[in-house]
């Protein structure tokens, strides 16, 4: 008898054991990308110019594919598609990030992880060729979680991350439109009001950022920007802001945010869009959608999001014509520019 209830007990204790193999053999991995979010249409774009973008969206899917196929950590992949984002010259993060007022370069990254909500942010750093890996050094290797300014860039340059001229994150294409803002702000000089127009109007675009889930069931979501462009230095924007740029929770989310930063900050978008997930129980595409399309187009604010969920499903919802985006799951991969695609 008992060595009857030895053997249930051991054949139970196999099938659970399988289960639980099939469990996370299940556990989709899969990363979403965007380039930044705007109005970016066709007319405007040669057919080079579209291909290259659509080329280094590609490179940067594959490079945050391959780490989690390999079976690396969700922030890892992250990383490594924004790394890839960050050096292309067609994004505003990293080399090819916008001008400042002043005309400098001043950038700012995030990187949060959805399994301890452990995150890490640099501000207006200067100096680091890529922003998105001091973010993380802050979320690994310092008790803070965010850090600003020239302390942010002295702390990368301790933790042996590579310092570049400033001028290093100069490109023609973004001369040329802190160029257009400079003369359309001088031209309205007296007038401040006209001068936020302009701004706004003038947004440009092309922050990046990425959210991946790994084989463990992990998010993790970053963030990388130069900001807006003709900001005032010292201006920060949502991207390096925890819970408005970015969030990642394994209990509801991961999001990464695109478009004008003051209103992603004060509507706290990443995060309220996980925090509808999480205690109203929508479906992340339902979430997403309420505060991108009602709550901030309502109220004049112009971006877009991706994100995921721990099940693997992305979402990319934005409410401006174009959102460079890409997504790369077990049986689907894209790349697309404009709204129609
Ligand atoms: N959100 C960024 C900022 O306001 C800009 C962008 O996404 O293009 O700094």
């Known amino acids: 008898m008992k060595k009857l209830v030895l053997l249930v007990c051991l054949l139970g204790g196999i099938a659970m054991a399988e289960e639980q193999q099939q469990a996370k053999k299940k556990q989709n991995i899969g990363i979403v990308i965007h380039g930044g979010a705007g109005t970016i249409m066709r007319e405007n774009l040669s057919d080079e110019q579209?291909?290259?973008i659509k080329h280094d969206l590609q490179a940067a899917l594959d490079a945050g594919y391959a780490v989690l196929e390999q079976g690396g950590d969700a922030t890892q992949g992250v990383i490594a598609a924004i790394k890839?984002?960050?050096?292309?010259?067609?994004?505003n993060a990293g080399k090819g990030a916008v001008y400042t007022k002043p005309g400098k370069h001043e950038l700012d990254a995030s990187i949060m992880r959805g399994s301890d909500l452990e995150a890490g942010a640099v501000a207006g750093v200067s100096f680091t060729k890529n922003p998105i890996l001091a973010a993380e050094q802050v979320m690994l290797n310092s008790p803070h979680v965010m850090l600003g300014g020239s302390g942010a860039d002295t702390f990368s340059k301790l933790k042996?991350?590579?310092?570049?001229?400033?001028s290093y994150f100069d490109t023609q294409a973004r001369y040329k439109a802190w160029q257009e803002v400079d003369a359309k702000t001088k031209a309205k000089e007296a007038d401040q009001a006209s001068q936020q127009d302009v701004l706004a109007a003038e947004f440009k675009f092309g922050t990046v950022g990425a959210v991946a889930v790994d084989t463990n069931g992990n998010l993790a979501a970053g963030t990388s920007t130069g900001g807006m462009t003709y900001k005032a230095w010292g201006r920060i924007g949502d991207s390096p802001v925890i819970g408005a740029g970015t969030y990642a929770d394994n209990r509801s989310c991961g999001i990464s945010a695109t478009g004008h930063g003051e209103y992603f900050i004060r509507y706290a978008v990443a995060h309220d869009i996980c925090a509808r997930v999480r205690y109203q129980n929508k479906p992340l595409q339902q979430a997403a959608e309420e505060v991108i399309m009602q709550e901030l187009k309502s109220m004049g604010g112009s971006g877009g999001i991706i994100g995921m969920d721990p099940e693997g499903n992305p979402v990319m919802v934005f409410n401006t014509p174009g959102m460079y985006r890409g997504l790369k799951i077990p049986n689907q991969a894209k790349v697309a520019i404009y709204g129609d695609e």
């Open 84 to 91: 890839v984002l960050e050096n292309s010259v067609h994004f």
């Open 50 to 52: 579209e291909q290259s």
């Open 160 to 166: 042996g991350l590579e310092q570049v001229e400033n």
